[in-house]
């Protein structure tokens, strides 16, 4: 059972203890992202209750989890100072809120599928490199940089590498033991089966440790206790109203000052353009690779920061770091978010004396570890396999996301990515053709002559409005370029989205592009199965769809080297078509059909003779086909001979050199009332043309009743309801198909005309 269809029973517990783990990370991060921001401690866990409990209810996401962004912190800081007081700026954070839930409403959450997936990847590798090296000072106990804080410039002067090497001459020994006794464990419960299979998320167990460790050692006095500073510092209120205390308002009027609107302006773009692709990057590491709906998730999102707003938090967007805690936690659905929430507001109001007691480098080993499995080496082996085109986009993103911050990188990146397809051809439409095959229908898509990564979002909204279930057929024959992110989607959605949304997907043309090899998931001909599942009903419906697509110019396109192969032990047609031998009227390919589908019977006039007759008997009580098609045809060369050869009284013999005719055409001429013949001189212009067709229309309705009455085989299977007898005339003209019944046709209703038998 996927993971978005398990009951509660198993998903709660889950949720729960990953619900932990994303507490203990968040809490941290929380208080570092204050302090870098200018701002007072508490309003960030304001912002982190508000970002779990409200956006988590109202997100669509599954994995996402929200909160105060470290990505905003410089913003932040700026627009506190140019607005002069903290109450203004908490007024630009609610009408940033508004403006989000207005962005979403208008569903301009789209923006985030024009970022190519090299991009996304390296924002991924970029967050794991920058929690490694950031955290590996908190490890050792070197905290002069403040937990949360992601950019390279730091507030107190120093950098993301200068800190590295500050951290030599300043290694805490109880915080190193504590971090790096952490750092071991968490290596060794991704490697030790017994230890994954323990019922409590292993970031509670590694905290729990550093607590007992540091309680130890204050205990016996010893000089390497973690002291007070390194360890994490919740504001404590005494009762419940003190609580109350710390929350602070806007002044009503902050609200009708321009530079508050500016300020609101700035935040909603800058935060809005950041939970897109933090919802975008969650959403590619997710196991059961959902699709987070971007809009609600902007929705969701103003109204957390509308209410932050107006109690005094932070701005907040979707966080990659706590979405990531909460992947690798084994989170399932978005309880997970919203129990985290609960859990901040819990504790802080009730033990925060006892969150106090954490040590930094207990989490900092959580959030390094969180790294090394957002920048694997196995991820950068792979651009790497991609070529140029990707990964140095990919390498130019992390490497601008480490050296600046997470929206400057990914921009960078960008403008890197639209240099290496600035040559592909970008207008070219997908084409989408529903396809009816016997088996079932099957979503063709076609692919452009040139597929880029703005093609991207196209191509998954199609994949992702194919209902579970569903069949889908990639065409590549007629593209002569394949962007390595398109590419990289499509490995995707074979291997991952598709499976995990039961949908089975076929590619043809890919072997071309050295990509994988073309292969056919779902049976694309007749085989018993599909026969089995067929009656006469589904089986007309089955060429009535196939005719209009003959009309259309949309012919399925079959891979008939397989079908050979997969044909090549036994048959098990649908239909046994008894038709003309003109040229003009290949049963196949006007009902556009595959090998193995039909029955192909062929004789002028289309009669019944004995022979035609035990083939029919054949094709349906031996090998099961549910429908008979007698099919006519317009402009029949054969009915004509025979209206000209009655009217002048003459055997085909002595008229024409072929001697064998005579029974055919005396077979054809039983459909024609003597009385309404005239001379070939006595014809109006087109009258001889429609009186010949309506002939043919006549001889396909005698020929179904003489299949009745000389077949006791075929009376029987019509009787029992296993097979039915339609009459079809083809239009040389237009290509159309016109089916009709009779009488003789069936026990059942069909869905065609009725019509009289003289």
Not at 361 to 380: C, D, E, M, R, V
Not at 634 to 642: I, K, L, Q, R
Not at 659 to 668: P, Y
Request: with cysteine; aromatic share 6%; net charge neutral.
């Amino acid at each position: 059972m996927p993971h978005n269809q398990a009951p509660l029973s198993v998903t709660l517990p889950k949720d729960i203890t990953a619900s932990l783990a994303v507490f203990l990370v968040a809490l941290p991060l929380c208080l570092g992202i204050a302090l870098a921001s200018n701002a007072p401690l508490f309003v960030v866990l304001i912002s982190g209750i508000v970002g779990g409990i409200v956006v988590g209810m109202l997100s669509g996401s599954h994995k996402s989890v929200s909160g105060p962004a470290a990505g905003l912190t410089a913003i932040v800081a700026a627009q506190i100072a140019a607005l002069g007081s903290f109450e203004a700026f908490l007024a630009a954070v609610a009408m940033a809120g508004v403006i989000q839930i207005l962005m979403g409403t208008f569903r301009l959450g789209f923006i985030a599928s024009f970022f190519p997936m090299s991009v996304i990847k390296g924002l991924l590798a970029a967050i794991g490199l920058i929690l490694i090296l950031k955290q590996i000072p908190h490890v050792f106990g070197h905290d002069a940089d403040v937990e949360g804080e992601m950019s390279f410039e730091q507030p107190d002067h120093e950098n993301t590498f200068t800190e590295l090497i500050a951290t030599l001459s300043d290694i805490l020994p109880g915080a190193a033991l504590i971090g790096i006794a952490s750092v071991l464990f968490l290596l060794a419960w991704d490697k030790v089966k017994a230890l994954k299979k323990l019922p409590v998320p292993s970031a509670l167990i590694v905290v729990l440790l550093g607590v007992v460790i540091n309680l130890m050692l204050r205990k016996m006095g010893h000089a390497w206790e973690v002291k007070a500073s390194h360890l994490v510092q919740v504001p404590a209120a005494k009762d419940f109203q003190a609580f109350l205390g710390f929350l602070q308002f806007p002044g009503v009027e902050h609200f009708s000052n321009p530079l508050v609107f500016k300020a609101a302006i700035t935040v909603a773009l800058v935060a809005t353009l950041e939970t897109l692709l933090n919802l975008e990057a969650v959403d590619k590491i997710d196991p059961d690779q959902r699709q987070s709906p971007p809009n609600r998730e902007l929705v969701a999102q103003g109204a957390g920061n509308l209410i932050a707003g107006l109690i005094g938090g932070l701005p907040m967007t979707s966080v990659i770091v706590r979405s990531s805690v909460n992947i690798n936690a084994g989170g399932r659905t978005k309880l997970v978010a919203i129990l985290h929430g609960l859990l901040l507001i819990i504790c802080v109001v009730t033990v925060p004396h006892w969150l106090n007691e954490i040590p930094l480098s207990a989490l900092a080993a959580i959030l390094i570890t969180t790294g090394f499995k957002l920048a694997s080496p196995k991820l950068f082996k792979e651009m790497w396999t991609e070529g140029a085109p990707q990964f140095l986009p990919f390498f130019i993103t992390i490497s601008a996301i480490v050296l600046t911050d997470l929206l400057t990188g990914v921009l960078i990146g960008l403008g890197a990515s639209i240099l290496f397809i600035l040559h592909s051809n970008l207008r070219n439409p997908l084409r989408r053709v529903m396809e009816k095959h016997a088996a079932g229908d099957v979503l063709r898509i076609e692919l452009a002559s040139q597929v880029s990564f703005l093609n991207r979002a196209a191509l998954e909204k199609v994949f992702f409005s194919v209902p579970r279930g569903g069949r889908v057929l990639i065409d590549a024959r007629g593209t002569d370029f394949i962007d390595p992110d398109i590419r990289d989607l499509l490995s995707d959605l074979r291997d991952k989205t598709a499976p995990a949304r039961g949908i089975e997907v076929s590619f043809i043309g890919m072997k071309d592009h050295n990509f994988f090899d073309d292969y056919v998931q779902f049976i694309d001909y007749t085989s018993r199965e599909v026969q089995s599942g067929l009656n006469p009903q589904s089986v007309l419906e089955i060429l009535q769809a196939g005719n209009q697509r003959f009309l259309a110019g949309e012919r399925i396109q079959r891979d008939f080297g397989r079908q050979i192969t997969a044909t090549a032990t036994g048959q098990f047609p649908m239909a046994a078509i008894l038709g003309c031998i003109d040229s003009r009227a290949p049963a196949e390919t006007v009902f556009d059909l595959g090998l193995g589908d039909i029955f192909s019977a062929r004789v002028a006039g289309n009669i019944a003779t004995p022979e035609l007759l035990g083939s029919l008997e054949y094709a349906t009580a031996v090998v099961g086909s549910k429908l008979i098609v007698v099919l006519g045809h317009t402009s029949c060369g054969a009915v004509n001979a025979a209206v000209d050869l009655l009217a002048a009284a003459k055997k085909a013999s002595e008229a024409t050199p072929c001697a064998n005719l005579d029974g055919l055409v005396s077979e054809i001429q039983q459909a024609i009332n003597p009385a309404t013949l005239k001379k070939s001189d006595a014809w109006a212009p087109g009258e001889k043309a429609a009186y010949t067709n309506e002939i043919s229309r006549l001889n396909v309705i005698r020929t179904i009743k003489t299949i009745r009455q000389r077949s006791t085989t075929l009376d029987k299977l019509v009787l029992e309801g296993k097979i039915a007898i339609v009459g079809a005339l083809y239009d040389v003209t237009s290509g159309e198909v016109s089916f009709f019944q009779t009488a003789e046709s069936s026990t059942g209703k069909l869905s065609v005309p009725m019509v009289a038998v003289a």
